[in-house]
């Protein structure tokens, strides 16, 4: 807590970063931040941790024993369904950036914001939270936790649970020395940890904003500034402040991976035939050395088939592994998966579920998910717009709806008699916003020059001009 912090040192807490990195590193949210990174990147911790199939012992051949080892991998197949369900949100709400009254309100927020808004968003689905920091003139995104030798480290009010400190640290591997830049409100300070745990410093701290004054010998005054409050805003991925990968959600995936694994494994240990060998007549320890060796051989035995006498025979076989099951519980659990996190499976929009009202039918839960994480992606932004300066609740995102542009064009022409020309120019999703002020000035040319005035228009936007 930050009171813990405040009661320290400068010395005390130089000291104590080392500490307070590693008790961070050991949190759950941070190793569940981790997982849940592994799991956006494709990848399945718990398909991972499969282990082997090994069979072993000694079988006693020709009057000695001789050792019999087996070992199988086990098919690892992660899906990649939590990337997919956090790129399919993030976008559908942050592609097309925030919208605010006027540009000076967005200028304010500083150069690449909106790139930055939906590198973050992605960040606080995957980890629960990540954080802005805004440097002068633009947003530095840090992440929660970016591997497991980097992260952010915050220091919140046990009064108010606001960040009044935080240390961000880093190293690029682990015989490296690890940075730490520690942010308070009167400034930031870099520091550099040695692999021993030694601290030293490698920036002394300065102000947030420093502005250096200038004259005809060269610099006169440097001038140190800060916000009157700590310049780290976080993003929460929803009000429990956790990541998107629930627990729920991360065991549905895992049974489907799972599944899938065990599948291939199946397929991979039968897709040759192999030879059953009548009347082998060997002995219990030949028996055991064959069935050792049953993955290379391919083959097995029988002692008397009880119709070949005392003939030996060899009989190929192949062997059809049952998959029906297997594909009803991977169709149940995707469509499980799905209705989890409330997105929008792609597949199902086929055939006559492609009017717009079927589309709009289909996004309802997806557009019930992108609320609650609008209405955080909101505060965000009302914050770093006060930081700055600026007070307002215009603020509006602008979703990246699917819909059968065809049938978006005939309606806009059905009702073409109640709204402006610029107003239809506006929902017409062929045209981009920046070319309805040539398309309007070359429909007014076009009727000064004799075309009636309504099928210029009509032509510029792509119609036949009847």
């Not at 993955?295 to 003939?311: C, E, F």
């Not at 994480?373 to 717009?385: I, P, S, Y």
Request: net charge negative.
């Amino acid at each position: 807590m930050y009171q813990d912090w405040e009661k320290k040192t400068e010395e005390e807490r130089t000291a104590f970063i080392p500490t307070l990195i590693s008790a961070y590193r050991a949190t759950a949210e941070f190793r569940h931040a981790l997982d849940a990174g592994e799991y956006y990147a494709g990848s399945n911790p718990t398909v991972m941790r499969r282990k082997k199939m090994s069979i072993s012992g000694t079988a006693n051949v020709d009057g000695k024993s001789v050792p019999m080892n087996c070992e199988v991998e086990s098919a690892k197949i992660p899906s990649s369904f939590f990337g997919r369900l956090v790129t399919q949100l993030n976008q559908y709400l942050l592609i097309n950036g925030v919208q605010l009254k006027d540009k000076a309100q967005k200028d304010a927020l500083g150069t690449g914001f909106d790139s930055a808004l939906l590198e973050m968003g992605e960040l606080s689905l995957v980890h629960g939270v990540s954080y802005a920091f805004y440097n002068v003139d633009h947003v530095e995104v840090i992440a929660s936790s970016d591997g497991p030798d980097s992260g952010f480290v915050p220091l919140l009010d046990e009064r108010t649970s606001e960040i009044r400190a935080g240390v961000q640290f880093w190293r690029i591997a682990s015989d490296r020395p690890m940075y730490a830049r520690l942010f308070e409100e009167d400034g930031v300070t870099l520091y550099r940890i040695g692999t021993g745990g030694e601290v030293t410093l490698d920036e002394a701290k300065r102000a947030y904003k420093v502005t250096i004054s200038r004259d005809g010998l060269g610099v006169s005054a440097v001038y140190g500034e800060n916000y009157g409050v700590l310049p780290i805003v976080p993003l929460y991925a929803n009000r429990r402040k956790k990541s998107e990968l629930t627990e729920s959600l991360r065991r549905k995936i895992d049974a489907y991976d799972v599944i899938l694994s065990d599948y291939s494994d199946n397929l991979d240990r039968t897709n040759e035939v192999y030879w059953v060998i009548n009347n082998f007549g060997g002995t219990r320890d030949q028996v055991i050395g064959m069935l050792a060796e049953i993955n290379r051989l391919k083959a097995t035995y029988t002692q008397n088939d009880g119709i070949g006498g005392a003939q030996s025979t060899a009989e190929p076989h192949t062997i059809d592994v049952p998959y029906a099951a297997r594909q009803v519980a991977l169709d149940i659990i995707k469509k499980e998966i799905y209705e989890d996190f409330m997105a929008l499976n792609l597949n199902d929009l086929t055939g006559g579920s492609l009017t717009n009202v079927a589309i709009r039918a289909a996004e309802a839960n997806l557009d019930m998910h992108a609320n609650a994480f609008e209405a955080c992606v909101f505060k965000f932004v009302q914050r770093m717009l006060s930081l700055v300066g600026v007070k307002t609740e215009d603020i509006r995102f602008e979703r990246q709806t699917i819909a059968n542009k065809s049938e978006t064009v005939t309606d806009i022409y059905q009702m073409r008699q109640d709204i402006s020309r610029r107003k239809a120019l506006e929902l017409n999703p062929y045209i981009e916003q920046d070319e309805i002020d040539k398309i309007l000035q070359d429909a007014e040319a076009e009727s000064v020059s004799g075309l009636p005035d309504a099928a210029a228009l009509d032509k510029a936007a792509g119609g036949d001009g009847a």
